[in-house]
């Protein structure tokens, strides 16, 4: 009989919501391949049901749960557990802390737990106090119940032995090498600034909003992402949209090659991603050979290594960094390659995958 697993935890397979979902999308198929049976929770409405998108041979199950900002997590997580402790597969990989809370119904049914820890939830700016304590304490269950945890980044590895005392394997995110694309319709190679996250204030998004109407007088500037919930930020993109004709707000994209052509081509990429680990847009931007400027942190910085520029989450020296390699064509094309060498070393698909199911296989044995 096949191995069995089950992924909780994301929005489902496949979609294009974030960066758990973009790993599912690689590994899920992945894991079939090597002969396993895959099921992968998700809620309705929040995947795609294109073809070309989907392995046929990979399970869906959707279960239910209150579609807000605050009890999304933890609610689909919890019917997704239940459902999977009836199921009883092999083994289970959960994605974020937030469902540290099922993880003993779980435990219970003698299902062991891979769990991916993502960043350091508690500490980002657009949770409330509540949702902090939430996150920090499913944070202190999984790590006394869960059975293997994996971070994403080192840096993420450290900060969970110093503050929970445990271990955890270092398995980053891939990028995908794409072919040549052609270049967004109205922009050109190597003219234009991109930034491509969430819009939420951990992200510098504030301050990226303040560079980029400077920086629309020398070149354009496109903006991909939303908050997913609406917001103040998402306002702020769509006026200056609006009231700037060198400024594109696209909001969220789930074209992944229209995503990949933006990187490939962009003069200069912005990242302002502040907490977390590997990041998984930061790990395409580079797979893409995108010049990329990031904000000056521990994670950033362990990813990019000699091939980014670091910047302090200051308008000004986002404005700065961003225009002077806008304007060194002959730099940008280093920093490009060697941003791509760096992915193909690191960060590669294939080889985060194959650590996937090597932990997944020695969870299951043991």
Known sequence: MAPSVAIIGTRGYPSYYGGFETAVRALAPYLVNAGWEVCVYGRRGATTESAEDKDPRVLTRTTTGFETKSLSTLSYGFTSSLDAAVRKPDVALVMNVANGFWL?????????????????EWERAKWGGVAKSMFKTGAWITSKVGNTLVSDSREIARRWERDFGVKSEFIPYGGAFPRPLPVEVGLEHRKYVLVVSRLVPENTIPEFLIAASRLSIHLPVVIVGSSGYG??????????????????????????????????????????????????????????????????????????????????????????????????????????SAAIERASGEYSWERVCGAYLDALTRLRER
């Open 104 to 120: 003993p119904i779980l435990r219970a049914r003698g299902v062991p737990t891979l769990v991916n820890v993502d960043g350091i």
């Open 231 to 336: 917001g103040a930020l998402d306002e702020a993109a769509r006026r200056l949209s609006e009231e700037n004709s060198n400024v594109r707000w696209l909001g969220h994209v789930s074209d992944d090659a229209r995503l990949l052509s933006l990187w490939q081509h962009a003069g200069v990429y912005f990242h302002g991603h502040s907490v977390g680990g590997t990041n998984p847009a930061l790990v395409q931007a580079m797979a893409c050979g995108a010049p990329t400027v990031a904000r000056d942190t521990v994670y950033n910085r362990e990813v990019l290594g000699e091939s980014g520029v670091f910047v302090a989450p200051e308008p000004n020296e986002i404005y700065q960094a961003v225009l002077e390699i806008a304007k060194a064509p002959t730099t940008a094309d280093l920093m490009a």
